[in-house]
């Protein structure tokens, strides 16, 4: 079987890959879409479980609203840290992101953006 690109990208970042599905995500936890078409990418091919459920269960309740908004693989790295260490894990990855975007703004000479 060739390697999915969000399964790469785990390996690639040193992160673990699960076996089955960790906190008690499972395919049979009624998280599946029954029938309703293909798995839900990342999370129910990988985990056995849908993006919402992964959040519900692996990330801090006064978090939740905002992690939705990250891609995969960002929700999945949170979802890993301890519940006390994801606020902070959450702003690391807003940096970075914002460091992204000003680059990305030098890059195509949009002067408008701040510094």
């Known amino acids: 079987?060739?390697?999915?690109?969000?399964?790469?990208?785990?390996?690639?970042?040193?992160?673990?890959?699960?076996?089955?599905?960790?906190?008690?995500?499972?395919?049979?936890?009624?998280?599946r879409n029954a029938g309703?078409?293909?798995l839900n990418s990342f999370f129910e091919g990988l985990l056995g479980c849908s993006r919402e459920d992964y959040?519900?269960?692996h990330v801090d309740f006064k978090l939740q609203e905002h992690v939705k908004r990250l891609s995969d693989v960002e929700v999945y790295e949170i979802g890993q840290e301890k519940y006390v260490n994801q606020a902070q894990?959450?702003?690391?990855?807003?940096?970075?992101?914002?460091?992204?975007?000003?680059?990305?703004?030098?890059r195509c000479g949009n002067a408008s953006s701040a510094p």
């Open 1 to 31: 079987l060739a390697e999915s690109n969000e399964a790469a990208t785990l390996r690639m970042m040193g992160l673990p890959m699960p076996e089955g599905a960790p906190g008690n995500c499972t395919r049979d936890s009624g998280s």
């Open 36 to 38: 309703k078409g293909p």
């Open 55 to 57: 959040i519900k269960r």
């Open 89 to 106: 894990h959450l702003q690391q990855l807003r940096k970075k992101q914002q460091r992204n975007h000003r680059r990305e703004n030098r």
